[in-house]
């Protein structure tokens, strides 16, 4: 059950992912764990037509694809997983699926968010299952496509404001 990136894209499938992550994990198959993508069919067959042949594509709740990576022992199938928020990579991360790194690819400016980078804005809600997420000793990257060099969540919260951030990680870890 390698799984080999699990990502953060509130576009989920589209060209980065299609022309970029996937050939550079070399993933053969790609899980969308998303409620509301799993009960629209004409959104999923529009996912389905996107993908190339040689990738495997499962959309289905995020209770179901926790249970395709807990049940599945073969080794041969490289997994790449791309939630649409980062409450279903907590969900994720709470039903056992083991995973040690995030990334965090887009996610989309709303009035009230934090800038972590040009693609990655965080609300209220987010920070909160960020900080469950970080807690749980998962290593959180930002990185808009692989050919740039990842950010680590530490490196991307340090200019910003220490009430922001100091609930996140021990003390001392952000020093200026």
């Not at 059950?1 to 992550?21: E, K, N, S, T």
């Not at 400016?109 to 807690?135: D, H, P, Y």
């Not at 740039?148 to 020093?175: S, T």
Request: with cysteine; proline share 6%; glycine share 4%.
């Amino acid at each position: 059950m390698p799984i080999v990136l699990v990502r953060v894209d509130d576009r989920l499938i589209h060209g980065q992912i299609l022309q970029a992550w996937l050939p550079s994990v070399k993933a053969n198959e790609l899980l969308v764990p998303n409620d509301t993508l799993a009960a629209d069919e004409t959104q999923r067959a529009i996912f389905e037509s996107a993908i190339p042949r040689s990738t495997r594509l499962i959309i289905d709740t995020v209770e179901r694809i926790a249970e395709i990576l807990l049940e599945s022992h073969d080794r041969s199938v490289r997994r790449m997983v791309i939630v649409e928020h980062l409450r279903d990579a907590l969900r994720l991360k709470r039903a056992g699926v083991p995973f040690q790194r995030l990334n965090l690819g887009n996610l989309r400016s709303a009035e009230g968010t934090l800038s972590l980078s040009r693609t990655v804005f965080l609300g209220k809600e987010c920070l909160q299952n960020l900080r469950e997420i970080v807690r749980a000793g998962v290593n959180v990257d930002l990185q808009t496509v692989p050919f740039e060099k990842p950010v680590d969540l530490v490196d991307a919260f340090r200019p910003l404001d220490p009430n922001v951030y100091r609930d996140f990680f021990p003390a001392g870890v952000l020093r200026p």
